[in-house]
């Protein structure tokens, strides 16, 4: 399984963007993914899962209401969503997979590169 992170950038605080986590090599749909994030000179940090039914957990309450995530199966895809984005929200994230289950520690067998965010006026 190879992931591929994209959809990062440069937004304005206050801003949205929409992260994708596109998978090949195997079907997405056999995983749960999770979104971490790594700021830099700080550990990697869970910010939310989601079941291959759909179902999802958020872990941080720095995140909660303003990240979500999905997953598309038929597009091999998964989503995460930033609204209402903040300068301590920058960072590089990260989507990871699992064929056991959600995790708030980052022992994900498989991992994504990674897409910069950056919020900043």
């Known amino acids: 399984l190879q992931l591929v992170e994209s959809g990062g950038g440069l937004v304005q605080p206050g801003g949205s963007l929409n992260l994708s986590c596109v998978a090949s090599?195997?079907?997405?749909?056999?995983?749960?993914i999770g979104w971490f994030r790594q700021a830099p000179g700080k550990e990697r940090e869970a910010i939310s899962c989601?079941?291959?039914?759909?179902?999802?957990?958020d872990y941080p309450d720095s995140t909660k209401g303003r990240f979500f995530i999905s997953r598309d199966n038929a597009k091999n895809t998964a989503y995460l969503r930033l609204n209402s984005l903040k300068p301590e929200d920058t960072a590089i994230y990260y989507c990871?997979?699992?064929?056991?289950?959600?995790?708030?520690?980052?022992?994900?067998?498989?991992w994504g590169q990674g897409t910069q965010v950056t919020v900043a006026s």
């Open positions: 989601i079941s291959s039914s759909g179902g999802s957990v």
């Open positions: 990871a997979a699992s064929r056991y289950l959600c995790s708030p520690v980052p022992n994900y067998p498989y």
């Open positions: 090599g195997a079907n997405l749909n056999r995983f749960y």
